[in-house]
């Protein structure tokens, strides 16, 4: 059972890190790095390694890509609607 859900987890961390490289939209890569890190702390939770996985959700998700949003939203040059 932990194999099939390493498979799934790993599965999913690999389509939204190429998710990231392909979309478009800036703010969705955003959003797809924040959920390819989120998984990764899930590959470190099934590893047994919880402070690791707490760490890298602290500092991945909760810093670097809320940084990386406001940034986005802030050197945005239209208006709400092209959100």
Same mark, same amino acid.
Do not use: C, P
């Given at each position: 059972m ?7 987890i790993?599965a ?7 998710a ?6 800036? =703010?969705h890569?955003?959003?797809f790095? /924040?959920?390819? *890190?989120?998984?990764?702390?899930? $590959?470190?939770?099934?590893? +047994?390694a919880?402070?690791?996985a707490?760490?890298?959700? =602290?500092?991945y998700?909760?810093?670097? /890509?809320i940084l *990386?949003?406001f940034?986005i939203m $802030?050197?945005?040059?239209? +208006?709400?609607?092209e959100l």
């Amino acid at each position: 059972m932990e194999d099939l859900i390493f498979a799934v987890i790993a599965a999913a961390t690999l389509l939204f890190s190429l998710a990231i490289f392909l979309e478009r939209e800036i =703010m969705h890569s955003a959003v797809f790095f /924040a959920v390819s *890190m989120l998984l990764i702390g899930g $590959v470190y939770v099934l590893l +047994g390694a919880y402070f690791l996985a707490f760490m890298h959700v =602290m500092v991945y998700v909760g810093a670097v /890509a809320i940084l *990386m949003v406001f940034a986005i939203m $802030v050197t945005r040059k239209g +208006g709400m609607n092209e959100l």
